[in-house]
């Protein structure tokens, strides 16, 4: 099991940039694909991007591609999204979340969670 903590959510302007951060502790860290997720009141939670436990494989929903970026920091045991051009519609609850598999963007083959970070975004 991973334990998972999320960091770095705030209220920003449309254009702005911001990093979230997620960091993980738990034997199972080290193989782990680490995703982040999205969620708004009534909405499904969405994969947004996700990261290879060596850093060599990345995914992206299309909605966020070429603005969002996944990196790992294996030292740090923490993994980022750095999210540029941001926009109202990016406003949700951000969860970084950990699977077994090498990579996914399949929500339910994460199997560990955060808590979540509130993102906003205004216009």
């Known amino acids: 099991q991973v334990r998972l903590v999320e960091s770095g959510g705030g209220l920003v302007q449309a254009g702005d940039s911001l990093r979230l951060s997620c960091t993980a502790s738990?034997?199972?860290?080290?193989?782990?694909?680490l995703g982040w997720f999205r969620q708004t009141p009534g909405k499904e939670r969405e994969f947004v991007a996700a990261?290879?436990?060596?850093?060599?494989?990345?995914y992206y929903a299309d909605s966020v591609k070429g603005r969002f970026t996944i990196a790992g920091d294996n030292a740090k045991s923490t993994v980022y999204l750095q999210m540029n051009s941001l926009k109202p519609e990016d406003s949700a609850v951000y969860y970084c979340?950990?699977?077994?598999?090498?990579?996914?963007?399949?929500?339910?083959?994460?199997?560990?969670w955060g808590q979540g970070t509130q993102v906003t975004v205004s216009s």
């Open positions: 979340a950990a699977a077994t598999t090498y990579i996914t963007a399949m929500k339910t083959d994460f199997g560990s």
């Open positions: 990261v290879s436990w060596d850093g060599g494989s990345t």
């Open positions: 738990g034997r199972a860290f080290s193989r782990a694909c």
